[in-house]
């Protein structure tokens, strides 16, 4: 009886959708450019996204390519070393919806800052970064709102525009 029981798990652990989620090598290719702002903190991005994995229906596992330009500041002036520059190499988790998708982003980033020599504790170099989107589409993937975050050395967020293209709106 444990033999076909045994059998039974195998059988249902390959074969089923509804146990596991089905992976799929399914390449994509998306591109965009953002805008977002928050108080005191304003942000010019541009990514590259390359997917390999769509998991079930609604999701896609890839690579993140990007820059971002951020100013920083406060009712004094701007931060030290503002204004910075991200250059990310990022890993990416997305789900994505007709309406929204949501992404989060982690992986390595180098950071630089304009005035940074000034700042010997803000030098340039190469950390880790968790970097986050909400992306409400208001048409397919090429123009909506977003909402952006990350998390590094110098960490940011704001709300904003963007626009882009994907692969995935051909389908």
Same mark, same amino acid.
């Given at each position: 009886?444990?033999?076909?029981?045994?059998?039974?798990?195998?059988?249902?652990?390959?074969?089923?959708?509804?146990?596991?989620? %089905?992976?799929?090598?399914?390449?994509?290719?998306? &591109? %965009?450019?953002?805008?977002?702002?928050?108080?005191?903190? !304003?942000? &010019?991005?541009?990514?590259?996204?390359?997917?390999?994995? *769509?998991?079930?229906?609604? =999701?896609? /596992?890839?690579?993140?390519?990007?820059?971002?330009?951020?100013?920083?500041?406060?009712?004094?002036?701007?931060? +030290?070393?503002?204004?910075?520059?991200? /250059?990310?190499?990022?890993?990416?988790?997305?789900?994505?919806?007709?309406?929204? +998708?949501?992404?989060?982003?982690?992986? @390595?980033?180098?950071?630089?800052?304009?005035?940074?020599?000034?700042?010997? +504790?803000?030098?340039?170099?190469?950390?880790? *970064? @968790?970097?986050? !989107?909400?992306?409400?589409?208001?048409? *397919?993937?090429?123009?909506? &709102?977003? /909402?952006?975050?990350?998390?590094?050395?110098?960490?940011? =967020?704001?709300?904003?525009?963007?626009? =882009?293209?994907?692969?995935?709106?051909?389908?």
């Amino acid at each position: 009886m444990k033999k076909y029981f045994v059998l039974f798990l195998i059988y249902a652990a390959v074969f089923s959708n509804k146990i596991y989620a %089905q992976v799929v090598a399914e390449p994509e290719i998306s &591109l %965009q450019a953002d805008v977002t702002s928050a108080i005191f903190v !304003n942000t &010019l991005g541009a990514s590259a996204d390359i997917d390999f994995l *769509k998991i079930d229906k609604s =999701g896609f /596992i890839g690579l993140r390519f990007g820059v971002n330009y951020y100013n920083k500041g406060g009712p004094g002036g701007p931060d +030290d070393g503002s204004p910075f520059t991200d /250059i990310d190499f990022l890993s990416r988790f997305t789900v994505f919806g007709k309406v929204v +998708d949501v992404s989060l982003c982690p992986g @390595l980033t180098y950071n630089r800052g304009k005035y940074s020599y000034l700042n010997p +504790d803000k030098e340039s170099g190469i950390s880790t *970064k @968790l970097e986050g !989107n909400i992306r409400i589409k208001f048409y *397919k993937s090429f123009v909506g &709102l977003i /909402i952006k975050f990350a998390f590094n050395k110098e960490g940011y =967020g704001g709300i904003g525009f963007f626009a =882009g293209y994907s692969t995935r709106d051909k389908k």
